[in-house]
């Protein structure tokens, strides 16, 4: 009679963790969908406050089932505070533990991406339905904002979330795909090699693109046809050149968050007093367009720097080393993998580390890549994908398959595992 109670109260606790998983899976979705007019930063700020209540309500869920490799960048995070460093650290502890259905959490994200992928397109024909509220864009292409931000912004957003698409359904894919087209944002040319190179490698090459898959592609590469790509870089290369020679006054824990907004003059100050004797020097200097206040430095690596230190950067690199590592070693990891290289990719060229949606949807994949239930365990990564028995094996695929290879490399890197 008294062994029951137990069990009772495992369920009622598991039923307690799935009722959290589905809150936090719609305040994920809803906070990529909805727009705040009211709000002085619409984008940003009730994103930021959505993102940290999902990561409070995970965290309570799981309990002690912690991922315990974000502990590092916790502290960090508790040192050089933020709201939305704060919810990402705290998101990579506990949604790991929460994810139960993989499947469920890439079905819904895409179908989110899709419907801000359709916001996107009516704004591109010019039937925006924010257009009362949204603030006035400088031209054309600054339109297509979706729900996210700027089209960058959108674009950031998206792009990993394209990439898992292409195991839902296709169609889907493709109208996320022309939204990105649309956005013109040049991160996703790095986003998509990022991602297609990622993919290769954890097939070992063995891919077969549908049709689908080459058109989106395709589309997601237009903005080469359309943009301008070496100024962008020049002037990337020119805040960095700005912004790195500052990681000396804070190495070890930085300088804290707001850092380069609040002492962007200063250092541009440095830079060319290093550099001109006047003002028409300044002037005459190729640079010179770049000059001008500055909120971050387009370089996602060097910002956490700056930031947070090099003890923020390592914590960082853990955890996300750690879901790469989880991701790689899952024979079906491939398309998880991918995304993961996707949103990292965009970090080098611009700052979506900064931004809490951005923030969040790389929570979300890196804990995909952890996989569910194994917060601290060790198991494979795909729970459908158990080791098979050897004559299971060699009845699916004996040794005269031509899927034979695959199976046998599968079997080891499975056996391998601590």
Known sequence: MTSRFPAEGADRGERQRHRAEYVVLALTCAGLLLFFPAAAHPFHDPKRALFALAALIATLATGPR?????????????????????????????????????RRWINSLTWTATLVAVVVLLQAAGLDPFARFAPDAAGARLARYGTLGNPDFVASVLLPLAVLASQAARW???????????????????????????????????VRPTWVISVAVLLALTPLLSRDVATPLRGRAYLVSVALPQVKDGPLLGQGSGVVAGLWPEWELRHWEARCADAACVQAHPDAKFTGLQDHVHADWLEVLLERGVLGVLALLLVLGVAARRAWRDPDGALVFAALAAAVSRTLIDFPLERPADLWVLGVVASLAWGPDRAGESRPLTPALSPLSQGEGDRRHGPHSPRHGVWQERQSVLNRWP
């Open 66 to 102: 912690w991922n315990w490799a974000a502990l590092p960048l916790i502290v960090v995070c508790t040192l050089r505070p933020s709201v939305e460093w704060l919810a990402f650290a705290w998101s990579l502890v506990a949604f790991p533990a929460l994810i139960s259905t993989p």
């Open 172 to 206: 889907r894919l493709l109208i996320i795909s022309a939204a990105l087209a649309l956005t013109g944002s040049l991160g996703v040319v790095l986003g998509v090699g990022a991602a297609g190179l990622a993919y290769l490698l954890h097939r070992r090459g063995h």
